[in-house]
């Protein structure tokens, strides 16, 4: 491609920093000088892609080795797809802007389920057919990581390999092999069978599925010496997993624009709703002198002035104190401000919240989930309206006036009682600030409600349980909206069309994969985005296939229901998710991992919080 | 504390930054530089920069021009360039740090070079009869966001054209500055041209008295 005339096509499009590659710290490398191409796609704008961490943490592995140049790749905002279309660019890499169409691996990383269109759309512009089978070559070999892959069976026909779990290992591994078959000249078929050998990969083409007259799965059967169950790798030891140096930091605003410095892996919350909390057991905490050491790096090579510490409950990090004094040691002076994500409102301090204060005071987050006791005990949110109460309190007083609420609607067993606690909730926080002697003076309270739409996702209790339809969701909507009164209480939901296809996907099997095409063939993609998603087209594609997307959604599924995702092993066992759902049905809660062990089945993998001292 | 006045050129990938991407970019390469820089002190405190003339998206710079402070009496201004420099990605180049001369309110005028690459020599011919005109009047947005009538000829100071170019010297600064993306827009739509692309590289600043600003 002539480089003049890209970047002139480029001054015709919205944020052409999206495309224009050269940000301090990415890696060119000479292309004759390496074996490997690794074309590393986010399947998502550039502003999303470049604030997950998974990405940045793979780019600096592969590109540590000599032999392997990894580039990154993020799927076109649709002005710059019909420029590319219109002029047939291909799809390429912004390090060298060569189409990834010649190259060794496409990895695709699958964070959510709206994202698979564009999947398909990426390898489409990439100049490649979609469907695995139809790729005879060795190379480029298509490749996914990420949490869907829990459950990859929607997008199996169209990706060779997927990595299951923790990629930093598993993803050298199956590289090296890929060298030697492609200095041999062995086929892509030999590959991907000895690739089947290697723990955490899963070829989906080695698997035969039967199905039996009601539409359910009776039979996943292995073939060519791939394993019956697939068994997810994680770091063991997170103090000695690597971690980068550098991130790329990009010129254009992203989503999260900061340095970010993982604490631990997993959660030892085990929300019932929540398949993080189960797929990446068990928890692995970085020692607090790792964590420093780590993000004083980071902060020195990228520039930044902000860092956040990233976990999925960072209040849980036994040694956040410490940790946070030593990190003020050297954030203060050099003006870099430290922000918590994801913090609990039961374990929530004083302390804590003074050490943030000395930097910077924006509004506070916490995610209730539930309106009431009752219910949050069912999806085991182990935090009491008291709680919630002390935290607004501390917090009001510390000076903030603006706290922002998550709640989910459409939980298991839920009822209009339960929504209205949700508004309630919303209205007694209101009162309390206007209760306390030393809330900021002269300003007003404002409390956000933000409301998602629950969807059963596979790898938790709630698996077996139906997610409910559009119009009881809208119905309940409604009774939500009808019970605030409150004109400090600002309320917000989520659409409930894009919600019934996550659904769909989250528990979907193989058969989706013809709807899924037939979807991008009508021009669906970024279904993510309001403005672009078309339910309209993804109906009449579901339609066309013969497909009832609520059988996968909104059917109750008993528990010996051989489900598409059963022969991944995440290390938490199914026994384990049917007493939970049991529990969750009759509103009992289970403690977390560190107050007592409730056997899900991740100590097999001998680390992290199981062989803690209580 | 002293005041420093960088002299930097913007060009290759960087002309896809605009002003509010440069600032980001600027701030973090002064702070992966480890320059002593003096940082405001206000609620929001930051790294003191002032930028002479912005750039807009899509041009190039070959003299550019920002003000910022350093903490540190010591370090040379031979170092503050290099040390910049060891940070900054390609595209951003320091070319020198000095002491500033003038403040930058003083800065009158800038030169740019305009190439029409896909155009023969026809555009340069109709672009040069369309500047010798008495007057061409048109619509620029105001401080304040009102459209405001404005005419260009006089905020053109000096003209050169060449076979396969332009040089124009433009009023630039705090007022009364030409944006040369006005001009051409003027240009396409008074003539009743299709609008073409055109490469535009800043040249130099300049004072009132048409010297290089420093």
């Given at each position: 491609m002539d480089q003049k005339e890209f970047e002139k096509l480029l001054l015709t499009v919205q944020k052409p920093g999206r495309y224009s590659g050269g940000e301090i710290n990415s890696v060119i490398k000479d292309k004759e000088k390496v074996d490997v191409r690794f074309a590393f796609c986010f399947p998502d704008t550039y502003e999303i892609g470049m604030s997950h961490l998974g990405m940045k943490i793979l780019y600096s592995l592969f590109n540590e080795r000599e032999d392997i140049w990894c580039e990154r790749v993020f799927a076109p905002w649709v002005d710059f797809e019909s420029v590319m279309r219109e002029k047939s660019i291909p799809l390429f890499a912004l390090e060298s802007r060569d189409s990834i169409k010649d190259f060794d691996f496409i990895g695709f990383t699958l964070q959510y389920e709206l994202c698979y269109t564009n999947l398909l759309n990426m390898l489409d512009l990439a100049g490649l057919p979609l469907r695995s089978a139809d790729r005879?070559?060795?190379?480029p070999i298509v490749v996914a990581g990420g949490p869907c892959c829990c459950n990859p069976e929607p997008v199996a026909d169209f990706v060779d390999l997927f990595f299951i779990g923790e990629g930093e290992e598993v993803d050298l591994e199956v590289i090296d092999l890929y060298k030697e078959f492609k200095k041999k000249g062995g086929s892509k078929r030999d590959f991907l069978r000895e690739a089947a050998k290697i723990e955490g990969v899963y070829v989906p083409s080695l698997y035969d599925f039967s199905y039996g007259e009601d539409g359910t799965i009776t039979s996943v059967t292995p073939r060519d010496g791939a394993p019956a169950k697939i068994r997810k790798r994680i770091m063991r030891d997170m103090d000695k997993s690597y971690y980068p140096e550098k991130f790329v930091v990009p010129f254009i605003e992203i989503v999260h624009d900061r340095a970010v410095q993982e604490i631990f892996r997993g959660c030892i919350r085990g929300c019932r709703f929540c398949q993080a909390g189960f797929i990446y057991r068990p928890v692995r905490e970085k020692s607090a002198d790792t964590v420093n050491r780590q993000a004083k790096a980071l902060c020195e090579s990228t520039g930044y002035d902000e860092i956040s510490l990233s976990?999925?409950?960072?209040?849980?990090?036994?040694?956040l104190e410490p940790l946070l004094n030593k990190m003020l040691e050297w954030t203060e002076p050099e003006h870099i401000s430290l922000s918590l994500p994801s913090l609990r409102v039961d374990n929530f301090s004083k302390e804590l919240l003074d050490k943030i204060n000395h930097i910077r005071k924006s509004g506070l987050t916490f995610a209730p989930?539930?309106?009431?006791q009752r219910l949050r005990d069912v999806i085991n949110k182990n935090v009491t309206e008291g709680e919630i109460f002390r935290t607004c309190k501390t917090a009001f007083e510390g000076g903030y006036t603006a706290v922002k609420l998550y709640f989910m609607l459409g939980l298991p067993t839920e009822t209009d009682e339960d929504l209205k606690g949700i508004a309630e909730l919303g209205q007694k926080i209101v009162d309390l600030y206007y209760s306390l002697e030393n809330r900021p003076k002269g300003k007003s309270v404002s409390v956000s409600i933000s409301v998602s739409t629950f969807v059963p996702k596979p790898f938790t209790p709630f698996q077996f349980e139906p997610q409910i339809e559009k119009e009881e969701t809208e119905r309940r909507q409604k009774v939500l909206k009808y019970s605030n009164t409150c004109k400090k209480v600002n309320l917000s939901w989520h659409d409930s069309s894009t919600s019934f296809l996550e659904g769909a996907f989250a528990r979907g099997d193989r058969r989706l994969c013809g709807v899924l095409e037939s979807a991008f063939r009508k021009?669906?993609?970024?279904?993510?985005w309001n403005e672009c998603f078309d339910l309209d087209k993804w109906s009449e594609a579901f339609k066309e296939n013969g497909i009832d997307p609520l059988f996968f959604s909104a059917r109750k599924r008993e528990y010996d229901e051989i489900n598409a995702w059963d022969h991944i092993d995440c290390g938490v066992t199914k026994e384990f998710l049917i007493r939970e759902h049991e529990k969750a049905l009759a509103a009992v809660t289970t403690p977390n991992c560190r107050e007592k062990c409730s056997a899900c089945g991740a100590a097999c993998y001998g680390e992290g919080v199981c062989f803690e001292k209580r | 504390m002293r005041n420093v006045r960088l002299f930097y050129i913007k060009t290759g990938r960087m002309k896809f930054l605009s002003q509010l991407d440069m600032n980001r970019l600027m701030t973090r390469v002064i702070r992966k530089s480890g320059l002593p820089v003096w940082y405001t002190e206000g609620f929001n405190q930051h790294i003191y920069i002032n930028y002479a003339v912005p750039l807009s998206l899509g041009f190039e710079g070959l003299y550019e021009i920002m003000d910022i402070r350093i903490t540190d009496d010591e370090i040379t201004p031979e170092n503050i360039a290099k040390q910049l420099n060891s940070a900054a990605p390609d595209g951003i180049e320091f070319l020198r740090a000095a002491k500033p001369v003038k403040p930058t309110v003083e800065i009158a005028f800038a030169e740019y070079e305009l190439i029409f690459p896909d155009e023969d020599n026809g555009i340069y011919k109709d672009l040069r009869e369309f500047l010798s005109q008495e007057s061409v009047v048109c619509l620029k947005k105001d401080k304040k966001g009102r459209m405001k009538e404005f005419d260009i000829i006089p905020k053109i100071k000096k003209t050169e054209f060449l076979s396969n170019k332009v040089l124009l010297v433009l009023s630039a600064g705090n007022e009364g500055n030409l944006n040369p993306s006005l001009l051409l827009s003027a240009f396409f739509e008074n003539t009743g041209r299709e609008p073409v692309f055109c490469e535009v590289k800043r040249l130099m600043l300049f004072d009132r008295e048409l010297k290089p600003f420093v």
């Open positions: 005879q070559s060795l190379s976990s999925l409950s960072t209040s849980d990090y036994t040694q989930e539930a309106g009431t021009g669906c993609k970024f279904d993510g | -």
